[in-house]
């Protein structure tokens, strides 16, 4: 599924709607980017993606923080395993993984994976109607 041609409407809707309805404390959901220095990943990541991602209905939902890869055990994140690769995201609710990214192959791979997980807690928020 490429983002540039065929984007999920309803996800970003669900998305943009669940980030102006909830009070930021109650959302307390983040993306959490674990980087090191020299990182060639990180930084053709951040030419494809961290460039614009602020402009995005995800950076509304999903606020971008960065932790070097080294200070991972101060980042407040109860992670479900360590990271070992840069980069590697971590989808964060209430400070606890939901899902995690490792790695960067291309735009299309991380927003199509992004918005995999960011739909975990879009459905938390707002679960399907009981339907007989």
């Known amino acids: 599924m490429s983002r540039k041609t065929a984007p999920n409407i309803l996800?970003?809707?669900?998305?943009?709607l669940a980030a102006n309805l909830l009070?930021?404390?109650?959302?307390?959901?983040?993306?959490?980017?674990?980087?090191?220095?020299?990182?060639?990943?990180?930084?053709?990541?951040?030419r494809a993606v961290g460039s614009v991602y602020d402009k995005t209905a995800e950076a509304k939902?999903?606020?971008?923080?960065?932790?070097?890869?080294?200070?991972?055990?101060?980042?407040?994140?109860?992670?479900s395993e360590?990271?070992?690769?840069?980069?590697t995201f971590v989808v964060?609710?209430?400070?606890r993984e939901v899902g995690r990214i490792e790695g960067f192959i291309n735009d299309d791979s991380f927003w199509g994976l992004l918005d995999g997980i960011a739909a975990k807690i879009v459905a938390t928020i707002a679960p399907e109607p009981n339907r007989i």
């Open 82 to 87: 360590p990271v070992h690769y840069t980069p």
């Open 92 to 95: 964060v609710d209430k400070g």
């Open 11 to 16: 996800l970003i809707a669900c998305l943009a």
């Open 23 to 46: 009070p930021v404390a109650a959302r307390a959901a983040e993306l959490v980017m674990f980087d090191s220095a020299g990182c060639i990943y990180c930084q053709r990541w951040e």
């Open 61 to 79: 939902f999903l606020p971008l923080r960065r932790i070097d890869i080294s200070r991972q055990s101060s980042s407040g994140v109860t992670l």
